[in-house]
Structures are given as structure tokens and as C-alpha cells.
Nanobody, 126 residues
Framework: VQLQASGGGLVQPGGSLKLSCAVS????????IGWFRQFPGKERQGVSC????????YNADSVKGRFTISRDNAKNTVYLQMNNLKPEDTAVYYC????????????????????WGKGTQVTVSS
């Protein structure tokens, strides 16, 4: 089982980035896939999750209206489109998977996620 996050980088405030999480070793069905971020010295926190059984999604309040999670089952990949980025979005972003989780549980309980990929750095700065 492997999750590979990519797409991070440096962007100016107000800009956009699209992160990708390529999953191998299992299919997306019956799993919740989520994006999480970690600020220096802080624990990982949920950003956005999708339940691939029913397609339901859930976003943390801090990113609602700006970030959108989506999936491409044919490519076994989950995306995070991040718009109107702010300096406070600067963090290392990770994707993770958990079988049977609802999207809300995924965002609220990062510690319960089963599989994690390596992070990708997102820096929002002028």
C-alpha cells in the first residue's frame, strides 16, 4: 500500500495549487482518502476528505469555499484543488487513507487514519 502526494510548491497569496495523491496497492472503493497538513511544532490536522463509497466530502472550516477535493477512480488518484491561498495555508500536506471512515470522521480524527504518504510542502508567500 502506497500513497504518493505531489504538487506542492511556492505560490503567491491569492494563487492556486493542485495536489495529487496517487494510491497503489488498493482501490479507492470503501476507503476515505483525506488531505492533512502539519504546521511546524503542531500535530497534523484534517483539511479535506472524500468517502469513496458514496462520494461525500467534508472540508475543515478554515478551507471551506477555497479548497475542493475530488477523485479519479480510473487513475486511483485523489486531488486537492486549493484556490485563494493564504500565508496561513503554508504547511506540509499529506494524504492518508482509512477503510470505512466517513468524510467527517476523516477530517476530525487524523490519528485514526490507516495509511499515510510522504508530505509535500506548500508555501504561500509574496
Amino acid at each position: 500500500v502506497q500513497l504518493q502526494a505531489s504538487g506542492g510548491g511556492l505560490v503567491q497569496p491569492g494563487g492556486s495549487l493542485k495536489l495529487s495523491c496517487a494510491v497503489s496497492g488498493f482501490t479507492l472503493d470503501n476507503y476515505a482518502i483525506g488531505w492533512f497538513r502539519q504546521f511546524p511544532g503542531k500535530e497534523r490536522q484534517g483539511v479535506s476528505c472524500i468517502n469513496n463509497s458514496d462520494g461525500s466530502t467534508y472540508n475543515a472550516d478554515s478551507v471551506k469555499g477555497r479548497f475542493t477535493i475530488s477523485r479519479d477512480n480510473a487513475k486511483n488518484t485523489v486531488y486537492l484543488q486549493m484556490n485563494n491561498l493564504k500565508p496561513e495555508d503554508t504547511a506540509v500536506y499529506y494524504c492518508a487513507a482509512k477503510r470505512g471512515y466517513r468524510a467527517t470522521m476523516c477530517v476530525r480524527h487524523a490519528g485514526g487514519m490507516e495509511y499515510w504518504g510522504k508530505g509535500t510542502q506548500v508555501t504561500v508567500s509574496s
